[in-house]
């Protein structure tokens, strides 16, 4: 595994920037992320270029033997752009115009902004295509980010009305399959469609449910405009895009279908902050991020792209700026998270950023260095990282273990329709994923059409609208299976299935869920020793409950190797079935320590502490460790060899 930093050369004075070429390659770094953000400097005015400055800054970097990972700049069209087509400009659900100013300020869905974004590629990777100092190509920047990949400005609606009329073809099948009849919502044509957010109260579910289905093609579109220019012009070079963290606005299988391999940005701290992790969670971990945050995005990243491959583009190497709070990692995180990203098989960790910048909207983000040049704590870690890499050498390809189906559409539907609060596909798939990895389980997340052979267990966290052929290929799987609530709760065009949920799943399952109840915050359904909340169903049919509620409520159903759970379990009731599956599957659980994970990679085991306290690792004895030993203080890694 490399690693590599992103690099702002156009922010720096000329003079420094040997310097810093040097420092990288010293500190063991290989790789440099430049000119995502540079279009103003790079092409002032229409049609007039400036290369000069980063002609110059390629060479420097290369002359130092760092390997380039161009940015296209896509992310940030210059005022004179957007002076010149002002209605280019994204629209939020208020529907007010996102002016200039920040970044991310464009709709996918114009076409002259695509031309420009063309052309602006085409430009670049016309002069930078063969240079041997450029080995790699990021698209854009972190599609979406600010909510932008969803928007509502009249580019968006006149692009959406013709998306729906190659979809459908006339307004009548429209208007059946959307329910329209309900409240006299039918259409005439196309042309009388708007967008679904500026409604007296709820739009329709199906009509939200295309529109983000159309929102997500034209980010696929607008990526794969830019892949094509840069394969044309670039041969041989990888092509990467860096996605987010808990984000679900497009389908990120199918932008990475279009890619060389699929990297994600890691911030650990930030995103427990951001999102929905209890306070208890938050103070335990605050310093740490939780144990699962970052690896749940490796392995579902590594699942988005067709051959597995995937790096982190931006790893946290301090404090951020852009959360409620922001505390710095605890000493020895920044090393914990590359090499735990080495466990899950990246190519790459690359830290954002090489300095802190003194000005503008960042400011407050930390970086490898000080604002003064002066390394900090992260820089320091990578070093590190960069020496135990050196140590722990080649390590092979992650194993086939458990298969996590999770897919994007899923999170839109229950984004739209979540009848009751808390409810999300994503969280589902995310508590899941911790409660597998808690027993000591590799986990791979994967999209629902993706080839279950050689796995031993498969989990289905909760899948709404089944793909065409899932139901036949879990048939034909020979391990257990677990299926979350609502999954086939739902058609394609977003109806309730004329034979009830679960769909098409009562092929393998004779059951019926013929009512569900979301339970507000507080309230709890009691079993012998776990507890349901969030989410109940209440379930007919021939199958005789596994497990039970005291009242007598079935929540588990069984027939042969597949479980349906009909409730949103607490962490023991999920604990309870997964560790029985496993048992079936002949696969070895660890109940770990608070804090604790395990991944394999090859014939190499790692171990690392998430907790604040030192823990001592159980049947050490004998391992052959390469880094590290039993004893794993906070932020503490160990790896050994499995012969």
């Keep these: 595994m490399r690693l590599g930093v992103c690099y702002y050369p156009e922010h720096w004075p000329e003079d420094w920037w040997a310097d810093d070429a040097r420092r990288m390659a010293e500190m063991g770094l290989t790789r440099v992320r430049i ?19 980063l002609d110059r800054a390629v060479e420097v970097l290369h002359a130092a033997g760092l390997g380039i990972i161009m940015g296209t700049p896509t992310a940030t069209p210059p005022k004179w752009l957007v002076d010149r087509m002002p209605d280019m400009i994204a629209y939020d659900a208020d529907g007010r115009p996102r002016s200039f100013g920040s970044r991310r300020h464009y709709c996918f869905s114009h076409q002259g902004y695509r031309n420009e974004a063309a052309r602006i590629v085409a430009a670049m990777a016309d002069r930078y295509g063969d240079h041997p100092a450029v080995i790699a190509w990021q698209t854009d920047n972190e599609y979406g980010c600010h909510d932008s990949a969803v928007s509502y400005s009249p580019a968006a609606r006149d692009a959406f009305r013709y998306w729906l009329a190659a979809k459908y073809g006339e307004i009548a099948v429209l208007n059946h399959a959307w329910g329209n009849v309900f409240w006299s919502m039918e259409y005439r044509s196309f042309a009388e469609i708007d967008l679904p957010n500026l409604t007296v109260t709820e739009a329709n579910p199906a009509h939200w449910l295309d529109f983000r289905r159309f929102s997500s093609d034209q980010v696929a579109i607008f990526n794969r405009l830019q892949v094509e220019i840069l394969r044309d012009a ?31 940005d890691s911030y650990p701290l930030g995103f427990l902050e951001q999102f929905w992790f209890s306070e208890g ?37 301090g404090p951020v700026n852009w959360a409620c709070f922001n505390p710095a990692p605890l000493p020895g995180m920044v090393r914990l998270w590359t090499l735990e990203a080495m466990a899950h098989g990246a190519e790459l960790v690359s830290y954002f950023r090489w300095r802190q910048a003194p000005f503008a909207q960042e400011q407050m983000h930390a970086g490898l260095l000080r604002p003064d040049r002066v390394d900090d704590r992260g820089a320091h870690e990578a070093r590190q990282a960069a020496a135990d890499i050196k140590v722990i050498g080649a390590v092979g390809p992650p194993p086939r273990s458990v298969a996590l189906l999770f897919d994007y559409q899923s999170d839109w539907v229950t984004d739209i329709q979540p009848q009751g609060k808390g409810f999300s596909a994503l969280r589902a798939a995310f ?13 791979d997340i994967v999209a629902p059409d993706a080839d279950l052979s050689g796995y031993a267990m498969v989990v289905i966290p909760c899948l709404p609208i089944l793909p065409d052929g899932l139901v036949d290929r879990l048939q034909g799987f020979a391990g257990p299976v677990l299926i979350g609530p609502r999954s086939g709760s739902k058609t394609a065009d977003f109806a309730i299935p004329s034979d009830l949920p679960p769909g098409g799943l009562q092929a393998l399952l004779p059951i019926k869920v013929v009512r569900v109840e979301s339970l507000r915050d507080g309230v709890v359904l009691d079993g012998d020793g776990f507890a349901v909340h969030r989410w109940m169903e209440t379930v007919e049919g021939e199958v005789e409950p596994e497990i039970k509620l005291k009242d007598g409520c079935g929540i588990l159903f069984r027939h042969g190797a597949l479980r349906y759970l009909a409730a949103w379990p ?54 052959n460790f390469v880094l590290g030993d039993a004893v794993l203080p906070p932020a503490g890694v160990a790896v050994w060899r499995e012969d």
């Design 431 to 443: 508590e899941y994923y911790s409660a597998l990895r808690q027993l000591g389980l590799d986990v």
């Design 570 to 623: 607490d962490a023991a009731l999920l604990k309870q079935i997964l560790t029985g599956l496993a048992d079936e599957a002949s696969m070895e659980v660890q109940h770990l320590p608070e804090g604790v994970r395990l991944r394999r990679a090859g014939k190499m085991r790692f171990a690392v502490n998430y907790a604040s306290e030192t823990v001592q690792l159980v049947n050490a004895p004998g391992r």
């Design 281 to 317: 969670e938050k103070q335990a971990y605050l310093h740490q991020g939780h144990p699962d945050i970052a690896a749940f995005h490796h392995d579902l990243y590594r699942g988005c792209q067709r051959e597995g491959r995937w790096w982190v583009m931006e790893q946290q190497p």
């Design 35 to 53: 000119g995502e953000f540079a279009w103003s400097r790079i092409e002032p005015s229409l049609g007039r270029y400036d290369w000069a400055w």
């Design 234 to 264: 670039s041969p041989g070079r990888d092509i990467v895009h860096n996605f987010m963290g808990f984000f679900t606005q497009f389908d990120h299988h199918a932008v990475g279908r279009d890619l060389d391999v699929a990297s994600w």
